[in-house]
């Protein structure tokens, strides 16, 4: 009988399709569990040998044609990452790298070939990710180079415009959180134990708020290390009556007592007892153990060689043309080479031997000479062969020559032996050195006089630390400037702590009777101490007939800028606390917490020094520092009479 004969269709059973059916149902259920469960992951371990073997071994093996812009910061965060990888989700860039893409793009020009382009590596981006990475080395590098791209960026928009009150504390990676934007966050330790975690979690999840690690100079918040902002000291030293002039004020440091009961520096663990860091801190003071050079002789001989380099006539001044940097092919790339092995930048291990088209090939080793030649001249370390760099390239080994005797007579005219401890502030620098025994232990940027106001050289001494200084307006400022304001606002300029001040030292209101009198002369105008202070929360004294001093700032972006010639004349310090913690450290116990807790409120406080430091203000357009390196600087007052030395 047919098997379609309806009467034997009546009687077939529906069971064995249903069991059919449970068994498709089950295997397909089964076989998208295991899918699940076994999705390919890219094996984190097995990319370390080569971020060791780039980042650490032998950074000249580094495959990718992009080098890396920010090597010493990258391998810090691979070093604190167990060099895992950071921006990849198994074989597929994660969603965080994703997002850093697409700020990125957004952050750049749009022009391919252009400067922020290559610094972002979004060129190299743009060829690499239309496939997915299927090879170890490949998601290696871009991982890397995502990385540095990152930290370029956080150079770019958020770094350089830290100021003490948002200042990272130390030991800091950057991390993106997709809400609140590219942030820093900071690790415990230098290597975490931990490897079972991915890397795109550990990278992503450790600014998540659920953690409580935090950086290790700031885990010491027990309720005894909590600052107490209200305790004062004044019965253990001296404060200064807030209606005493400045000419009358003379305190020396009594001891202030440690927090506690104990010394600051006891310590079992070594680390410094900070407590919790107040939003004006400056975080602990780490001290720094560099040569500092600076000597005649050394001058001597880089004037033999520059003489040297201007009688064998091979210097050849290059002529305008575009920038150049990394990748670029021009003919001026085989003259800028010959120029740097000239001045010492250019190394080249292989010898100068090279064909036509390599010899006009910007490569990595001449990137890294226009690095160096950019350091040693003060200029903006980017790589670039801009406007700036051709101009400090094109200063003739001649006029070096002459540069370089000015500046040896500026540095006889100075003791040969300039002290165990001394200040050395090099105007056309910008820059602050405190030394001791021949060794930089702290320095940073400083902001100068303009040229109608030029800091002049001085040679003295430090003679006090004032903490919430007073100010003392000087004449010009008060009639030019501060005068007109008083008369249109005087309770705007009150609220700032702005007083006339009598003849007797009595501190009189902002009336229109007492701005006349401190107009004609017979008043003074002083701003009181506090967090509107013109002078920030501490003052160096250095007598001198100019009335310079040194002291910190409210504007705190001017030490983002290359060109730091903007004061009146007084010099004006990007790291006040540090260098008043470096002065007094040998007086005792000074250290982050007790300096803190001086630079608060609106009460002066005065200490003098009981070692003697001294002070040298310095204009040094050349010098040899610690490593043996000629430095050069624009002469921005003009005083080395050389006009190609002006810019």
Request: charged residues 25%.
């Amino acid at each position: 009988m047919s098997y379609f004969n309806p009467e034997r269709r009546k009687r077939k059973s529906l069971l064995p399709l249903l069991i059919l059916g449970s068994l498709c149902i089950f295997a397909l259920y089964y076989a998208f569990t295991a899918n699940q469960e076994t999705v390919p992951v890219l094996p984190e371990n097995a990319v370390r040998p080569h971020l060791v073997y780039w980042l650490e071994e032998n950074p000249d093996a580094w495959p990718a044609q992009d080098p890396i812009f920010n090597p010493a910061a990258v391998r810090r965060i691979y070093q604190r990452t167990d060099y895992r990888l950071l921006w990849f989700d198994n074989y597929s860039l994660s969603d965080t790298a994703n997002d850093l893409l697409k700020q990125l793009t957004a952050s750049s020009s749009g022009n391919p070939s252009s400067m922020v382009d290559y610094r972002y590596h979004l060129g190299y981006f743009d060829r690499t990710l239309r496939d997915t990475p299927q090879q170890l080395q490949m998601a290696a590098v871009l991982d890397v180079l995502l990385t540095d791209a990152f930290v370029s960026y956080a150079q770019d928009t958020q770094l350089d415009e830290l100021n003490p009150k948002n200042r990272p504390r130390r030991d800091v990676t950057p991390v993106y959180n997709g809400e609140g934007g590219f942030q820093l966050a900071a690790f415990t330790s230098r290597r975490q134990s931990d490897t079972g975690r991915s890397g795109r979690k550990y990278f992503r999840g450790y600014n998540r708020g659920t953690t409580a690690a935090t950086s290790r100079y700031y885990v010491r918040q027990r309720s005894a290390d909590k600052i107490d902002r209200t305790r004062h000291y004044s019965n253990r030293y001296q404060r200064r009556d807030s209606n005493r002039s400045d000419g009358d004020s003379r305190f020396s440091d009594g001891g202030l007592p440690p927090r506690n009961g104990r010394r600051s520096d006891d310590n079992r663990n070594g680390l410094p007892r900070v407590g919790r860091a107040s939003e004006h801190s400056e975080g602990p003071y780490y001290v720094e153990n560099t040569p500092y050079g600076g000597d005649a002789n050394t001058l001597r001989n880089e004037l033999a060689r520059m003489r040297d380099i201007a009688a064998k006539g091979r210097w050849r001044p290059m002529p305008p043309g575009p920038a150049m940097t990394i990748g670029a092919k021009h003919p001026h790339v085989a003259l800028l080479r010959q120029m740097l092995t000239l001045y010492g930048d250019y190394r080249d291990h292989y010898g100068y031997g090279r064909g036509r088209g390599e010899n006009d090939k910007f490569d990595r080793r001449l990137h890294e000479a226009v690095l160096r030649f950019q350091k040693r001249h003060g200029l903006k370390e980017d790589g670039i062969v801009g406007r700036e760099t051709r101009k400090r390239l094109n200063l003739s080994p001649t006029a070096r020559a002459q540069i370089i005797e000015t500046n040896i007579r500026r540095r006889e005219s100075l003791p040969a032996d300039l002290g165990d401890r001394f200040l050395q502030v090099n105007v056309p620098a910008y820059r602050l050195q405190y030394v001791e025994n021949q060794r930089v232990k702290l320095s940073m940027k400083v902001v100068v006089g303009k040229k109608k106001f030029a800091t002049p050289e001085i040679t003295t001494r430090v003679s006090r630390v004032v903490f919430n200084p007073t100010w003392t307006v000087p004449r010009s400022i008060l009639v030019n400037e501060l005068l007109p304001k008083a008369r249109a606002n005087p309770s705007g300029m009150e609220k700032m702590g702005y007083r006339v001040v009598s003849g007797s030292g009595e501190h009189l209101p902002l009336t229109p009777k007492n701005l006349s009198a401190a107009g004609a002369g017979s008043y003074l105008m002083r701003q009181m101490g506090g967090e509107d202070n013109i002078l920030g929360r501490v003052k160096v004294e250095i007598p001198n007939t100019d009335a310079i001093y040194l002291h910190d700032t409210r504007a705190r972006n001017l030490f983002s800028l290359s060109d730091r010639d903007h004061s009146h004349g007084c010099i004006r310090l990007e790291k006040p606390r540090h260098l008043a913690e470096a002065l007094l450290r040998p007086q005792g116990n000074w250290d982050q917490w007790r300096i803190d807790q001086l630079t608060v409120g609106d009460e002066t406080t005065e200490v003098r020094m009981k070692k003697n430091v001294k002070v040298y203000i310095t204009y040094w357009t050349a010098w040899v520092d610690g490593r043996g390196q000629l430095n050069f600087r624009d002469d921005i007052y003009g005083k080395d009479g050389l006009e190609a030395n002006q810019w």
